[in-house]
């Protein structure tokens, strides 16, 4: 009940994000996947950590922006969930180059850019990805929303994703 105090059981803390999801799933399935995320103060440092103790391998790009948290609540009688997602802060300059420098430079069967953008952060980030990710011809898939979707659609992603909310 808003408004109201509750107790609660144990909290998981867990990397996460759209994109680290689906690499998270496919790591599972046996299927190569690599979370490229920038990351930056303790949070970046904990998300880190779980991916190596997941042992999903990562090419985490370190900046200074915290990374941002976003907390769950999950209802276990109604199997609900409720996010709370914090904005966090723009990616730097220095960090939106070497995103897309890892993308250009690192062969990939496929990239997923997955998730939302702080802001501040420009939408032509994900038009940046995209083109490092098509001149070496990988297919790219992209689930987001807002700006970040209308700039996928435009720099010709191979799949773009979003539900109706998104839309």
Do not use: M, W, Y
Not at 12 to 39: F, T
Not at 57 to 76: F, K
Not at 118 to 146: F, K, N, Q, W
């Amino acid at each position: 009940q808003p408004g109201r105090s509750h107790r609660v059981g144990p909290a998981r803390r867990q990397a996460g994000g759209k994109g680290v999801n689906v690499a998270r799933v496919l790591h599972h399935e046996g299927i190569a996947a690599i979370v490229l995320a920038p990351v930056g103060g303790a949070s970046g440092a904990e998300f880190a950590r779980d991916l190596e103790r997941a042992s999903i391998p990562a090419e985490l790009i370190h900046g200074d922006a915290p990374t941002r948290l976003s907390t769950t609540v999950h209802e276990s009688d109604t199997g609900r969930a409720t996010l709370f997602n914090e904005h966090g802060d723009p990616l730097s300059p220095g960090v939106r180059l070497a995103l897309v420098a890892t993308v250009h430079d690192r062969p990939a069967d496929c990239v997923v850019v997955a998730g939302s953008l702080s802001p501040g952060t420009p939408a032509g980030l994900i038009g940046d990805l995209l083109a490092a990710a098509h001149e070496r011809g990988t297919p790219t898939v992209v689930d987001a929303s807002g700006e970040a979707l209308l700039a996928a659609a435009a720099a010709g992603a191979t799949v773009v994703k979003a539900n109706l909310s998104e839309i």
